[in-house]
């Protein structure tokens, strides 16, 4: 008997792992958008030209050099995502270091952020969708086509720092759950920790206006979110980024990229402990644009040269392990909506023309 309880149990772990690896088992996936963050901090580390410029830190110089530079660019990118170097870049793919001949842009013409979220979240780089005032985007995006299919209603969600991502992802036609800046949580089973994420919320100084949070708060409301009701799609739009380099800070552009990194750090760690999560989750992670280069660093749009240059990266059990990808091609974002659901074992499609799947991403 003891024996047949012990063969029982290898063939249930045996077939526990084989099951976790089904690509016909519906998976989880978190799309992380970071706002106006260039390739160049991602692939190069901190930029010399800017960090010794006082005209765009506040901080003491001298504490600034020993967070985020060293002379060589590996240690540098390191030291300001270590995350993305020390787990991404060996466990699954990078894309859109220029100096490698890996080339990611944007297709439409206006290099700025509706437009760039659009084309990411539908595949479609519609000329129509020209400002950031847009109302609702009429375009069918990917997180409404995957909650559709099976397995997935009502398991798909977003979490939004600009308050315009409600419109991009048209909740009012679609009816997904988008929580944008300042709107609490809502349930009567709230654990305490979401209640602390809606409360704190509130308590923020208000940098931006009130269409913006904190990306500290966003995160806070989403990972509770994620704890206490195991969304299977997860949505994560962040901005620190573009606000503190619009306003031309540097130092705190520098500060929300080790943020975000260290917050999805913190997010992959919760994957692998988490049995709804572990081994059957992916992680993707894309720009809305990119920034100028020099003195136009603090800028973007289709009249800085370089904003549409941009990068990519994936990781989860079905991503090839590539690493620092050199000499793909062209890879552009309207090939982002596509490939989200082929990594779920999906085919997205549209009305429009979109942009086809990475295939070099999807084993």
Known sequence: MKRISVLFLLVFLMAQAVFAQNPNKPGNI???????????????????QLINNRKFNSQDSAQLVKKYWAEDEQERRAKLMPFVW????????LYGNRDLGSKVNVKNPYWFSYPGRNENLTGYA???VNSNDYPDDPNMNVLEFIDHQKGYKGKVVSFASWDAVARI???????LLVNNPFEDIKGNNLTEAQKLANEIQHYEPQIWGDGERLDANTYAIAKSYIMARHPKVIYLDL????DDAHEGKYDFYLDAIHSIDAMMASLWGYFQSDPFYKGNTTIIVMPDHGRGEGAQ???????TPHSNDTWLMVMGPRVKTLGEVKNNGQIY???????IAKLLGLNFTSVNPIGEVIESVVK
Do not use: C, M
């Open 30 to 48: 978190i799309i992380v958008s970071i706002d106006g963050l260039r390739w160049k901090e991602v692939f190069q580390g901190a930029e010399k």
């Open 86 to 93: 020390s787990v991404i870049a060996k466990n699954g793919q």
């Open 126 to 128: 519609d000329p129509k």
């Open 169 to 175: 992802v048209n909740r009012d036609r679609n009816g």
């Open 239 to 242: 901005a620190d980024t573009d």
């Open 297 to 303: 660093w603090t800028s973007h749009g289709s009249g």
């Open 333 to 339: 974002q309207d090939q982002y909506a596509k490939t």
